[in-house]
């Protein structure tokens, strides 16, 4: 059975206390768990401080984004050897408002998620279709476009550490949401792709996570999906409580 992942990314909220306070709420809420992984991804200032308070805790920190390149001139960028250094475990790629808004593509996604597999960084790689795409029924080419390119050079064993977040960019931040059997169905797509680049062995073992305006009253439906190992969430990751509720869905169920 794969281990379901919860993983809560901030993108650009929180001031410093506000992120120690809900990591303060969040480590005595949580455990360990055979079942689910809990991981945040705060903004790139509060790496350091939450990795401090979870130390002691179960709960994973991951970065948002990253250069592909150790060291150099490239101002505000941020390197994977500096988030190994820092003790990060998990680095979101390619998220589609870092294609949007930060001219991402494939090829850069693929050398990112080369460069954090170098340094022993779990990417968590987006992969997701736009609501154009998605009507002209497109989804399951483009999105398994995106995972072969992704994952160009990545050795099977690489990429059964990884994770692969299906977001539908439609869904994202705009309230709404692919229905369970809609996402269970692309995820399985996904899966399938993964099986014809490396083998059924890698597609058993990798976890595809579902993300688009997920929070607790969907979590439960998603989850009894048995492609959908989890989720990527954005807002509802901001609120402690509604985080704890997400992460201990992933507790219930096979």
Known sequence: MRKRII???WKMFKLSGEAADFAEHIKEQLTASDQVEAVICPPALYLNDLLQRFETTAIKVGAQTMHDTDEGAFTGEISPAMLKDLGVQ???LGHSERRQYFNETDDTVNKKVLAAFNHHLVPIVCVGESLEQREALETVSIVSAQ???AF???TAEQAK???IAYEPIWAIGTGKTATADDANEVCAAIRHKVETLYSTDVANAIRIQYGG??????????LSKDNIDGALVGGASLDPAAFVQLVEAGTHGE
């Open 7 to 9: 993983a809560g990314n």
């Open 90 to 92: 998990y680095v979101i």
């Open 147 to 149: 995972v072969e390119k």
């Open 152 to 154: 160009q050079g990545v």
């Open 161 to 163: 550490q990884a994770v």
């Open 213 to 222: 305006s997920v929070k607790p009253e969907n979590i439960t439906e998603l």
